[in-house]
Every structure is written in C-alpha cells, then in structure tokens.
C-alpha cells in the first residue's frame, strides 16, 4: 500500500479504472501518509476523512455498476483552502472565517467531485492569498518537505508541500501575482496559471478580482493537464469566465515537443537579486530547449520591471473592496456582540481581532492608493503601467511562441528569514507577476537543483491568452528530456521526513 502513494494521479486512475486497485484502497494509502508526516510538514488546515473515504467509496462502486470513469476518477487531491466546500471549513487562512462552514460548493469544487476526484482536505495558505511563504497563515507555516527550516513559497504552500511530501498526487493552488508557479518552483513540483478567465472564480475567496486565477498543481506535467481538464472552462456564475472551448491540454501533454518553435528569454529578468545557481539552472534549460530544436531568442519587455509597484497598488486596492465583506456580521468571527456595542464596533473589534498583519497592511495601502487625491497617481497610474505589460506581451508573442524565464529569482528562503521584510518577500514574485497583470498563462517545472544549496529551481514558460495547451507541450518536452538526462524524476524517493 505504501508504494501507491509513489504513484502519478495518471497511473493511479488507470489501476483503479483497470480494477487492480481501488479508489478506498488509494485513499486510505494518502490519508496513511497525511497521518505520519503531516504534523511535521503542516500542508494541511483540515483532512476530511470522511467525505474522502465517502467520495473513494462512491468511485468504486460506480466502477462494480461497469459505469465508464473519467480520467481522474478515485484520484485523491488536496485543496487550497480558498475554495468553498459545502459543509466543510474554509477558512482562507485566517482566523476571521473561523467557525465559517460554507453552505456551497464553488464550481472548481463542484467539477472535481463530478470528475469523481477525492478531496482529502483543506491545505494552508498565506491568509487571503497575500505572501510568498505561507507564513502568514494565522495557523502556523508550512515547512518545505525537502528542508523544513524552508518555506514551501506561497500563498499555496499547502498545496506545494502536500505534492513534494507524496501526501497527494493532486493539489489545486490560486495564482494572483504567483502563487500556484512560486510554490512549485521552490519543491520542485510542477503547477500552472491558466489563462485569466480560464478556471471559474465562482466560490474562490476573492483577493484581487482582476488578478485571481485557480490552477492545477501536480508532480509531472501530464497529471497537472489533466487536472486542468477537469476544472477548466465556461461557469455562467463567473462574469468573467471565457465562453470559448479549453485548448486542448491533454493532448498537448501527451505530445511534448519544442520543435519548429521560436521561444523568447526574457532579458529583464536577470541580474541583481538573482541567485548564481538559478540563472545557471536557468540557461542549462535554455540550452536543452535549442538542443530539443527550438530556436531561441532574446526578447526585451522593458515595463517589466515596475510590474512589482503596479501589482503592489492594484492587488492591495482590490482587496481592500473585497475585504470589506468581512464585516462580522455574513461570515465567521464575530467579536464584542454583548447588546451593549454598535454594529460599526463590533465590525470595528473584529477586524482588529480577525485579520492579521499583512492583510491589514494590504487594506491600508490599498484604501490609500483609491484614496479621492490620490488615485490619479497611485491606481491610476499602476492601471497604466497594466497596459504598458500586456502590450510587452503582445510584442514579444508577434514574434514568439512562448517565453521562459526562472519562476523564482531564488530557492526556497529560511522560514522566518523575510518576514520582516516586505519589500524581500516581494521579490520573490518579480517574474510571475507580470503574467497576472497581463492574464495570460504560465506555468513553472523543476528544471534542477540549485548547486550552491541542492533546492529545487523552477522554469517558468510563458504563453498567450487561450494558448494554454503550449506550455504543456514544451513543458512535456523539457520534463521528459531532464528525467532522461537525470536518469529519475526530480523528486528521486519519497521523502521520510
Ligand atoms: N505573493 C503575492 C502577494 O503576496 C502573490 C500572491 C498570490 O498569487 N496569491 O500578493
């Protein structure tokens, strides 16, 4: 049983479609793994044995009926705590939804359930999404399961951990400036960004509307475009769902090639802040690429570079709109309510209480930027610089089929180490925000290990809006070519931790 957890989620629904194994059996194996490593690890915020057994159960006899399953049926994942899940906590990590069990399942919820997957829980994030590190999740950190003095990235770190410590095959992340790519480059697991309106927000915990995007996290490439099959495409519940039909990832997945392809480095994202280990990791990958038959070329997009500060203004004023829902009275905490208190002060001592740091910080800088005064020159200004990055983008795919740069600027950082530091942690999304200004879609592989510290390094790639299905089709190409050179996947053994 032990060795079902090694498994791939496109190799574990084949055994349970084939019969010779069940989905319980599978399910049980991870809920095993979750119970040893998970007090150390902390990817998850709530395990739902219960309804994960249910689910498996429910697979399997549907199999008995000789009904046909999808893809991923009896496949177990393991949910970032942002969707909603009806009768099962959700709590965005934070401590203002504690208490809070949703009465609905959102629609990417709703479509892993009628795929048949097993939701195991609920996995840890930075509180409302906001940070690099899921330190900032009002219930503890995660640790990195290849170090666990290192943050797993975040927000969705959760997520990151459970795939790298083999305690789910399957995981699904939120990526607003990075944090389905910046999780997976620093455990060496494999997770996308779809494009902006390609996975239905409905029922995710909104931080910044414009920028919010659900993706798929996964261990191999093929298991991430399977995933993103299930829970991608049109939700009428979702105004800014794209009406169109899904490119055609699976496929792309199973055809992994680079041949025939123009693909464009990004010259700004090098240089001062960048570790040595990553850019060589960086340009060892560029230099596959051209050997797999590519042919690469240098692209400049100069707005890049202030997509940090016009991220740091649009997120932050978004989400102080979004957040003012939390007014303790719809949701959660409620704090002070003894007859004797206005409404205002309750709402008052409950966001004092229920919000932590750098949420509050968020919904400061971001009432000030929309500030009557300032709005011309803060949001006004970063909506601009929103422009001057898509139009970068636009130029370089005129001449482009993707782009690749590192995900990360450096490897997984000691916990504690920036969580003083804002500006540090940051820094950590310099080359994935950019793509969620633009809305298009991204995706980050293991492409090695950092010399100087043996961590896990990430290649972004980089692909227009509604060309999704080319980051799989390089991605399979790259992966298959460094498991070939390495002679294993980048996660050699299931860690003991
Ligand atoms: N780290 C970035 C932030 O703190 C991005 C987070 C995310 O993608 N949700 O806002």
Avoid at 6 to 34: N, Q, Y
Avoid at 42 to 49: E, I, K
Avoid at 229 to 241: F, K, M, N, R, W
Avoid at 425 to 432: E, F, G, I, V, W
Wanted: net charge negative.
């Amino acid at each position: 049983m032990a060795d079902l957890i090694r498994l791939t989620a496109a190799e574990l629904a084949a055994e349970i479609a084939a019969g010779s194994v069940s989905s319980v059996e599978v399910t049980e194996a991870h809920l095993a793994r979750v119970e040893a490593v998970d007090e150390k690890v902390h990817a998850f915020l709530h395990v739902d044995r219960e309804g994960a057994l249910a689910q498996a159960r429910a697979v399997d006899e549907r199999r008995a009926a000789g009904e046909r399953l999808g893809p991923l049926a009896g496949v177990p994942l393991a949910l970032k705590d942002i969707f909603t899940t009806e009768g099962v906590p959700t709590t965005v990590g934070s401590k203002i939804l504690q208490g809070w069990i949703p009465p609905y399942d959102a629609t990417v919820t709703r479509r892993l359930k009628e795929a048949g997957v097993v939701i195991l829980g609920k996995t840890n994030m930075d509180e409302f999404a906001m940070g690099s590190s899921t330190e900032n999740s009002a219930f503890g950190p995660t640790g990195n399961p290849w170090d666990l003095t290192r943050v797993p990235g975040g927000s969705g770190g959760g997520s990151a951990a459970s795939l790298a410590s083999f305690q789910a095959p399957l995981a699904i992340g939120t990526d607003t400036g990075g944090s389905i790519r910046q999780p997976a480059a620093v455990t060496g697991t494999v997770g996308v960004k779809p494009t902006y309106g390609g996975v239905s927000r409905y029922g995710m915990v909104a931080f910044s509307s414009s920028l919010d995007q659900g993706g798929p996290c996964a261990r191999t490439v093929l298991d991430a475009a399977l995933l993103h099959e299930v829970i991608a495409g049109h939700d009428p519940l979702d105004s800014t769902s794209i009406d169109a039909p899904v490119p055609d990832v699976v496929e792309a997945a199973r055809n992994g090639s680079v041949a025939g392809l123009r693909i464009g480095v990004v010259r700004e994202f090098r240089g001062e802040g960048y570790q040595a280990g990553v850019l060589q990791r960086f340009d060892e990958s560029v230099a596959l690429l051209r050997e797999l038959g590519a042919e690469v070329v240098e692209v400049s997009c100069p707005s890049f570079d202030l997509a940090l500060a016009a991220y740091y203004l649009i997120a932050p004023s978004e989400c102080s709109s979004n957040l003012a829902r939390f007014d303790a009275m719809r949701y959660g905490l409620r704090i002070g309510d003894d007859g004797t208190r206005s409404a205002e002060e309750v709402t008052s001592l409950t966001r004092e209480a229920g919000f932590g740091p750098e949420v509050k910080r968020r919904v400061m800088l971001g009432t000030y930027a929309l500030s009557s005064g300032y709005y011309d020159a803060y949001y006004g200004s970063a909506q601009k610089v929103r422009t001057l990055v898509a139009r970068d983008f636009e130029r370089a795919f005129a001449d482009v089929h993707v782009l690749v740069s590192p995900t990360t600027p450096t490897t997984a950082f000691p916990i504690g180490e920036r969580a003083d530091d804002p500006m540090a942690m940051y820094r950590a999304d310099l080359c994935t925000i950019p793509v969620n200004l633009a809305g298009n879609a991204a995706m980050s592989l293991p492409c090695g290990l950092a010399p100087e510290d043996g961590l896990p390094v990430g290649l972004q790639i980089i692909a227009p809006a509604m060309a999704d299905d080319r980051l799989y089709r390089v991605g399979a190409a790259v992966e298959a070519a460094f498991q070939a050179r390495w002679g294993h996947p980048i996660i050699e053994e299931v860690p003991a931790l």
